[in-house]
């Protein structure tokens, strides 16, 4: 059974920096495309990051670039969002997902509930 399980979220100040970290089990994650989305309350959905299987591939909302990194350790079946600099307008529910590359695309803004594995979420809540 695969499961997806985020970690990492929390209350923090503007300015200050969190660590989010995606565990995927009950499947090969070196073959699995890895997306972090997020979403605020009353608000859509939306992909923030996106790293392809092999991890040579990396894509970023505009609103987070020069400020999160995405990263994936393949041995320890884990994704990484390292978040710096956070705003209040970060604060949402952080969701991790796994689609495998031979599914489609890498770039994760384009998908949906129903492509992939699916994290139960983090929150995280800057505070001003």
């Known amino acids: 059974q695969v499961q997806v399980v985020e970690s990492g979220g929390g209350l923090v100040q503007a300015g200050e920096s969190l660590r989010l970290s995606c565990t995927a089990s009950g499947l090969t994650f070196d073959v699995y495309n890895m997306g972090w989305f997020r979403q605020a309350p009353g608000k859509e959905r939306e992909g923030v990051s996106c790293?392809?299987?092999?991890?040579?591939?990396?894509y970023y909302i505009n609103s987070v670039k020069g400020r999160f990194t995405i990263s994936r350790d393949n041995a320890k079946n884990t994704l990484y969002l390292q978040m710096n600099s956070l705003k209040p307008g970060d604060t949402a529910m952080y969701y991790c997902a796994a689609c495998h590359k031979a599914w489609g695309t890498w770039r994760c803004e384009t998908w949906t509930s129903k492509d992939g594995y699916w994290g139960q979420g983090t929150q995280v809540t800057v505070s001003s």
């Open positions: 790293i392809s299987w092999s991890g040579g591939s990396q």
